[in-house]
């Protein structure tokens, strides 16, 4: 039972343009969110997060919507750039997990230039 | 980036016998991971640790075993391995951990191949 899911398994996209990345989940007891981005033979990096408690979260060029009702959330890049190119997870946690993180399958992002 | 290391970094082993991978942390944090990584199922946690001596099972935690007897080492066991447990393993690290919104950091990985 896939708990968190990247229904996308890659996306190909302009640089200079917007990368959105979707990421879906059935849990409702999950209340953060996650973004890691991971490169060739490297460990996943933390990117961005997000709260239950809000909507949305931005650092730079990198954005996370969550949409509740919807147990959705995207994560969104702009303006994108080539060194973006990486394998994207979304990850979420409970409060009662000890901070466990379930996973997204990824997906590939080709940022082209 | 967080001080975790991780050995061997590429492993090479026969059906039957005994791996073990070790993960060191240089950050004091209170927990550990251990993750697989499989295509098709992103990472998947095997076992965690909330302390020295302190540690619970996660979602494929079969053909697993794990010990902590220091903050800074975590480490994996296999005890028989089999070519299912081919994978790329990743332990993290993270300093708050239950109860609290907070971010796993995560080593650079071992790559171990079960023949």
């Known amino acids: 039972d896939q708990q968190v899911k990247q229904n996308s398994p890659s996306l190909s996209v302009q640089e200079g343009r917007i990368s959105i990345l979707n990421c879906d989940y059935t849990?409702?007891?999950?209340?953060?969110f996650l973004w890691y981005k991971k490169y060739p033979a490297e460990g996943p990096t933390f990117l961005i997060s997000?709260?239950?408690?809000?909507d949305k979260n931005e650092d730079g060029r990198f954005t996370v919507f969550l949409n509740k009702s919807a147990k959705h959330l995207s994560l969104h890049i702009v303006p994108s750039q080539p060194g973006d190119s990486a394998v994207y997870f979304c990850?979420?946690?409970?409060?009662?997990?000890?901070?466990?993180?379930?996973f997204g399958q990824g997906t590939i992002l080709t940022v082209h230039p | 980036d967080a001080g975790i290391t991780q050995s061997p970094r590429h492993k090479v082993t026969e059906t039957g016998t005994p791996v073990t991978l070790r993960c060191h942390q240089t950050?004091?944090?209170?927990?550990m991971y251990w993750y697989r990584q499989d295509p098709g199922h992103g990472l998947r946690l095997i076992h965690y640790?909330?302390?020295?001596?302190?540690?619970d099972k996660g979602e494929v935690s079969d053909g697993y075993s794990v010990s902590r007897s220091k903050t800074e080492d975590f480490l994996l066991t296999l005890e028989s391995a089999t070519s299912s447990q081919t994978s790329v393993y990743f332990c993290?690290?993270?300093?708050?951990?239950?109860?609290?919104?907070?971010?796993?950091?995560f080593g650079p990985g071992t790559r171990l191949t079960v023949l």
């Open positions: 990850a979420a946690s409970t409060r009662t997990s000890y901070g466990k993180l379930t």
């Open positions: 997000i709260s239950s408690i809000k």
């Open positions: 993290a690290i993270s300093e708050l951990g239950a109860g609290m919104q907070d971010t796993q950091y």
């Open positions: 640790s909330y302390g020295v001596k302190d540690t």
């Open positions: 849990n409702s007891m999950f209340d953060y």
């Open positions: 950050e004091n944090h209170r927990y």
